[in-house]
C-alpha cells in the first residue's frame, strides 16, 4: 500500500483518486484524515463494496506505477550495458562485445484526478472525501452521508434566513421564500434517498425507490405502509400542524404564484377571505419547519436502521 502511495502525487487539494473494483465507480479520499491505524479496508462510497486499500487503485495510478517501472528497469539494463561494453576488451583475444544501442526512453503515463461534485468531512471518522453526486458511504467508517447532508444543507438555510432578517423588505421575502424552498428540496433528497437504500426492506420495494417528500402528508401515508414508520411521533401535534400549513404555502409559491386558491384553505382550514391574497411566511416559521424537519429526519434515520 505504502510502497504504491510513495509513487503517487496527489492532487491541489490534497485527495488521492480511488476506483471500485467492484462498481468501477471513481471518488478521492486525503489519506491519514480518517480512521487510524494498519490494513484497514476500504468502502466504496456508491456501491458499499469493502476491501483491501490496494484494490482500490485507479486504472490511471496502475498505468502511471507500470510506466515508472517500465523505465527503471530499461535504465538498469542500460546501465549494465554500458558497462559490459566498456568492460570487454575485443583486441585481448577475450571478451565479448555486445553493441548497446539506447532505445527511445520508456514514456511515463502521466494523468489527472477528476474534479467531483461533492466534499465531505465525515462526521464520524473525520475521513476527507469526495465523490459524485451527493450521497453516499465513508469510503474508512462506512457510515452513510445522507444524514450530515441534511443537517449541512439545514445549517445553510438558517445562515439564509439570518441575511433575510438584516435585509429590505423585497429581498427579504425572496430569501425566506428560497430557504423554504430549498428546506422542502434538502428533505425531499434526503427522504428519497434513505428510501431508495432501505427499498428491500420495505413491503413494497419498487415504490419504495419513488417517494416524493415534497407533500410531508403524502410522505407520511406512503412510509407507514412501505416501512411501518410514522414520522409525525418525531414531533408534537402542533408542531405537524404547522409544518403541513407550511408545506401547502411552499406549494403555492411553486405552482400558483404564492397566491391563495380553494385548495390552499380546503386543506389548512383557514378563512376563505384570504383567496386571491399572496401567501404570508416569515422567517420564523421556516426556521420552526427546519427545527421540525431534523428530527422528522433523524426519526426517519433511526427508525429505518431498527428494521431487521
Ligand atoms: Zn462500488
Ligand atoms: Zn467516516
Given at each position: 500500500m505504502n510502497e504504491i502511495l510513495g509513487h503517487l502525487k496527489s492532487d491541489e487539494e490534497g485527495f488521492f483518486g480511488r476506483e471500485c473494483p467492484q462498481c468501477e465507480g471513481y471518488f478521492k479520499i486525503q489519506f491519514g484524515t480518517g480512521l487510524k491505524g494498519e490494513n484497514l479496508p476500504c468502502s466504496c462510497p456508491y456501491c458499499g463494496h469493502k476491501g483491501s486499500?490496494?484494490?482500490?487503485?485507479t486504472k490511471d495510478q496502475l498505468k502511471h506505477i507500470n510506466s515508472q517501472v517500465l523505465r527503471h528497469i530499461q535504465n538498469e539494463f542500460s546501465k549494465v550495458f554500458k558497462k559490459t561494453t566498456t568492460r570487454s576488451r575485443p583486441n585481448s583475444g577475450f571478451g565479448i562485445t555486445i553493441k548497446y544501442k539506447a532505445g527511445r526512453p520508456q514514456p511515463i503515463h502521466y494523468y489527472r484526478e477528476k474534479k467531483l461534485q461533492e466534499e465531505v468531512i465525515c462526521d464520524k471518522c473525520t475521513l476527507r472525501y469526495a465523490i459524485y453526486g451527493t450521497f453516499g458511504y465513508c469510503p474508512d467508517c462506512g457510515v452513510h452521508n445522507s444524514l450530515q447532508i441534511l443537517k449541512t444543507n439545514f445549517t445553510i438555510i438558517e445562515k439564509i434566513l439570518m441575511v433575510a432578517e438584516s435585509s429590505d423588505q423585497a429581498i427579504k421575502d425572496k430569501l425566506i421564500e428560497n430557504g423554504l424552498e430549498d428546506a422542502v428540496s434538502a428533505i425531499d433528497g434526503y427522504g428519497r434517498e434513505l428510501s431508495k437504500l432501505f427499498a428491500p426492506k420495505s413491503s413494497n420495494p419498487v415504490k419504495a425507490q419513488n417517494i416524493s417528500f415534497q407533500n410531508i402528508e403524502g410522505a407520511q401515508t406512503n412510509l407507514v405502509t412501505l416501512?411501518?414508520?410514522?414520522?409525525?411521533?418525531?414531533?408534537s401535534t402542533i408542531e405537524w400542524n404547522d409544518l403541513k400549513k407550511l408545506f401547502q404555502k411552499r406549494h403555492l409559491l411553486a405552482h400558483k404564484m404564492g397566491v391563495i386558491d380553494q385548495s390552499y384553505i380546503s386543506a389548512t382550514?383557514?378563512?376563505?377571505?384570504?383567496?386571491?391574497r399572496k401567501v404570508e411566511i416569515s422567517s420564523q416559521e421556516v426556521r420552526d419547519a427546519v427545527k421540525y424537519l431534523v428530527s422528522i429526519g433523524q426519526y426517519f434515520y433511526d427508525q429505518l436502521h431498527l428494521i431487521p
Open positions: 486499500q490496494d484494490t482500490f487503485w416501512f411501518s414508520i410514522d414520522i409525525t411521533q418525531a414531533i382550514g383557514e378563512s376563505p377571505g384570504l383567496i386571491g
